[in-house]
């Protein structure tokens, strides 16, 4: 049973564009993390997100991306001007104590 | 820069005998590490977590941790090729250590394991 689940599956979307991820938690949690991982690399650390505030950030995560929880249970990673860079799995994470549980993943697609 | 190394293999293990796995990491002050395993175009799903030196076993997995030489583990004993898949290691290099702490974990690259039936 995953802790959250991710929508879109999958996102094709044009360069430039403004595209949202979502990410909804199965339960209460008070941590979520959002993290990428482009075809053949390693997962990386985009962003945290806690009481309704950025925690920590990585360098990847740029004036280019923004988080939010817009109605307290939706977690939303919005993109905007989506380069062809930015095409990869982004996975939204939750955790349980120390540990982190990933949700299924939106495969953006920027053409 | 903090940095989690792994061999990305292929690591090719026959079924049934013991796969090792292994990865090193940058950072000594770290206090958490995790085993993900991933199949291809699926997410990472969490096999272990060890917070201490020593072992720690989970029915086929037992995870290893020594700070010291800042090396971390995996042994999957009775292999099947079911556990053919991506395994990551990831490290929390951050400095909040309660509750999770929101801290974002850096992973290794992956090694490749391979179980010939």
């Known amino acids: 049973e995953p802790e959250v689940t991710q929508t879109p599956s999958h996102q094709v979307t044009q360069m430039g564009q403004e595209v949202i991820l979502r990410c909804v938690p199965i339960?209460?949690?008070?941590?979520f993390y959002w993290y990428r991982q482009i075809l053949g690399q390693k997962v990386e650390f985009l962003v945290s997100?806690?009481?309704?505030?950025?925690?920590?950030k990585s360098e990847i995560f740029d004036d280019q991306f923004s988080v939010e929880r817009p109605d307290g249970s939706n977690f939303t990673l919005k993109i905007r001007s989506t380069k062809l860079e930015d095409s990869a799995m982004y996975f939204c994470?939750?955790?349980?104590?120390?540990?982190?549980?990933f949700g299924p993943g939106t495969r953006l697609t920027v053409t | 820069q903090k940095e989690v190394e792994q061999n990305s293999g292929p690591l090719s293990v026959p079924e049934g005998a013991i796969a090792s796995l292994n990865c090193t990491y940058s950072?000594?002050?770290?206090?958490?590490f995790f085993w993900y395993r991933q199949y291809s175009g699926k997410s990472p799903e969490l096999i272990m977590s060890?917070?201490?030196?020593g072992d720690k076993e989970d029915g086929r997995f037992t995870a290893q941790l020594n700070k010291a030489s800042q090396y971390v583990s995996l042994l999957i004993r009775d292999s099947q090729p079911s556990d053919s898949a991506t395994y990551l290691c990831?490290?929390?290099?951050?400095?909040?250590?309660?509750?999770?702490?929101?801290?974002?974990?850096?992973f290794g690259k992956g090694t490749h394991l391979i179980i010939q039936p």
């Open positions: 060890i917070y201490s030196n």
């Open positions: 994470a939750t955790d349980r104590g120390y540990e982190q549980y």
């Open positions: 339960s209460n949690h008070l941590y």
């Open positions: 950072d000594r002050g770290s206090q958490s």
């Open positions: 990831a490290v929390n290099m951050g400095e909040s250590y309660s509750g999770g702490g929101a801290d974002g974990l850096t």
């Open positions: 997100f806690y009481n309704n505030e950025i925690s920590e």
